[in-house]
């Protein structure tokens, strides 16, 4: 089992940045791909970012592309999340999610074996 905790979600104005945290325990050796998604009030489950682990690759979402940038730090078993420039189509709870696969359909509902508890994100105009 991996457990996944999130944090640095929180309140900010349009414009502004925020840094995700999720902090990852238990049987981490398993997990190929690590990732976000958020899920707002009244719409689908958004992929927004993935890394998988075996080279490093990157996938990010259209609409946070050249904003958010997802990184790990593999000595502290911790993914981040910089989210820059945000704006208020941005709001959403934030999940930190793994998977053992090769970031499979990390897009779409993903084919996540775990999930943090989630971290909500507010950006106001």
């Known amino acids: 089992q991996v457990q996944l905790v999130e944090s640095g979600g929180g309140s900010v104005q349009a414009g502004g940045s925020l840094r995700l945290s999720c902090a990852a325990s238990?049987?981490?050796?398993?997990?190929?791909?690590m990732g976000w998604f958020r899920q707002a009030p009244g719409k689908e489950r958004e992929g927004v970012a993935a890394v998988y682990s075996g080279d490093g690759s990157t996938y990010y979402a259209d609409s946070v592309k050249g904003r958010f940038t997802i990184s790990q730090d593999n000595a502290k078993n911790t993914l981040y999340l910089q989210m820059n420039s945000l704006n208020p189509e941005d709001t959403a709870v934030y999940y930190c999610?793994?998977?053992?696969?090769?970031?499979?359909?990390?897009?779409?509902?993903?084919?996540?074996?775990?999930r943090g508890q989630g971290t909500q994100v507010t950006v106001s105009s």
């Open positions: 238990g049987e981490t050796f398993t997990i190929n791909c």
């Open positions: 999610a793994a998977q053992i696969f090769k970031c499979m359909n990390w897009a779409g509902r993903g084919l996540w074996n775990y």
